[in-house]
């Protein structure tokens, strides 16, 4: 059913089905990172604030908003403030 999907959308496009798959994988990633983009901003002050194009298609993707969890995020990097001395 998933890939009868993707075959469905790439002949109404005129593109292939592994096109189909990058583009909407682009967008979603895009789309997340306006999101977090829009949310970190909207914590902190606009003054001096440099403008940045935005994502055209942020409004009509906002239907996804519900269906995108972000990931916890993991790091390698200790948290103590002492600087490692390499030998």
């Not at 409004?59 to 990097?77: D, P």
């Amino acid at each position: 059913m998933k890939e009868n999907s993707w075959r469905e959308l790439a002949l109404s496009t005129n593109m292939s089905v592994n096109d189909c798959r990058i583009r909407w994988t682009r967008l979603r990633e895009r789309f997340g990172k306006e999101k977090r983009l829009r949310e970190t901003t909207d914590t902190q002050s606009d003054s001096g604030a440099i403008r940045r194009p935005l994502f055209p298609f942020y409004e009509s993707m906002l239907f996804s908003e519900n269906h995108i969890k972000r990931r916890k995020t993991f790091t390698n990097v200790s948290s103590s403030k002492q600087p490692k001395t390499v030998n």
